[in-house]
């Protein structure tokens, strides 16, 4: 999965990644926030907006060993997106093989492979 975000607004207009900035997203007209996969468009994961939310998007680089550590480290990448609300964090984050875990604590995430 190649996961980019697309912010879509009341008005129906979209500010998509690759041509935008997450800093210029204007909450205050925002109606949905989507991350999108680049390699399957029909899959998205869809965050509907709230007036009073505050939004969240990063990334967490992992360095995780297979279970056969003759392998090596891998390094993955997870996208993480969410939003603070009333100082309460809600995050949502897209794991390597596509699902998606819900949280308020970044660091409780463990990968294993």
Not at 36 to 43: G, T
Request: contains cysteine; negative net charge.
């Amino acid at each position: 999965m190649t996961p980019t975000w697309e912010a879509q607004y009341i008005d129906g207009t979209i500010l998509k990644e690759d041509t935008h900035k997450f800093r210029e997203i204007d909450q205050s007209k925002l109606a949905t926030f989507r991350i999108v996969d680049a390699d399957n468009p029909d899959r998205s994961f869809i965050l509907q907006w709230k007036e009073g939310r505050k939004l969240i998007h990063f990334w967490r680089n992992l360095i995780v060993y297979a279970n056969d550590h003759n392998k090596g480290p891998i390094h993955l990448t997870l996208t993480c997106f969410g939003y603070e609300e009333k100082g309460i964090k809600n995050l949502f984050v897209v794991m390597p093989d596509g699902g998606l875990i819900i949280t308020d604590d970044i660091d409780s995430i463990k990968v294993e492979i």
